[in-house]
């Protein structure tokens, strides 16, 4: 029978030698630990200074006036369908208006998104290329949509333009992002055989950003779908329109019908965007 023992480590003079204690914070990163700090310092701080500005005390008044809201909801529990193929026509021109507004802003994204990436372009083409989807990115669907209805006149088309441009400047910026994340390899070994600058994008690039792409571009029509029901609102189209003309004349069926429809509208586009995504990617 064999039996175990312990080894104890042994100092040069045959005494047992000391343990030697290890310091848990030995190679830590002070400097990134206190700017971690700092972080969520700023951030608790912003969080206090802003909490009487954003009128955060009245969060009582949700139990206090529960009554005032539970009566004022209480009229939309009887939807009025009595003109559901208006309703789903307009509904209808809405998807649309996101259809368009998507793919416009598809066509201009992509050499802005390569135009956009630290490391395909010189600094004098990057900055002012993204200081430009800054710009269209910065200034809401809203106000867009009232700047081309004084241009263009009431309508769709308003619509379209207003998701275009201000879309263009958000899947730009993702588009970029997602160029600047690409393994360099395959780029550089594209340009190692002579191939041109389009050539690298073309066969190094975009087959690395193809499926993260494609699934911003959907992410990016789910969004204005509901988007563009809202620009209704102020003459852009779609059944945003007829929304605000009931709730303004407290027709509160006709309003519990026509957000019901938006609501399946929007499930349904989530749904085909999923199918969609996993097909492709």
Known sequence: MSTTSDTVPKSAGGGVAKPIALSVNRGRDWSRTIWNVVIAGGLIASL????????????????????????????????????????????????EIAVWGTFLSLILSIPFGILCARNMVPWW?????????????????????????VAVGLGPFAGVMALFIHNTGIMAKLFSEAVEAIDPRPVEGIR????????????????????????YTLYRFETNVRAATVLGIIGAGGIGQILFETVRGFYYGQTAAILIIIVVTVVMTDLLSQQLRRFVT
Do not use: K
């Open 48 to 95: 206090v200074i802003s909490w009487g500005p954003a009128d955060m005390g009245s969060w009582i008044s949700l139990f206090t006036d529960s009554s005032n809201m539970a009566q004022y909801l209480e009229g939309f529990s009887h939807p009025d369908f009595s003109e559901w193929h208006y309703y789903v026509q307009e509904m209808i021109v809405t998807v």
């Open 125 to 149: 083409i990057l900055h002012p290329c993204r200081r430009l989807m800054d710009f269209f990115r910065a200034i809401q669907e809203v106000v867009w949509a009232v700047l081309f209805v």
């Open 192 to 215: 190692s055989t002579g191939a041109t600058r389009v050539q690298e994008v073309v066969f190094g690039v975009i087959p690395q950003v193809l499926p993260l792409w494609v699934s």
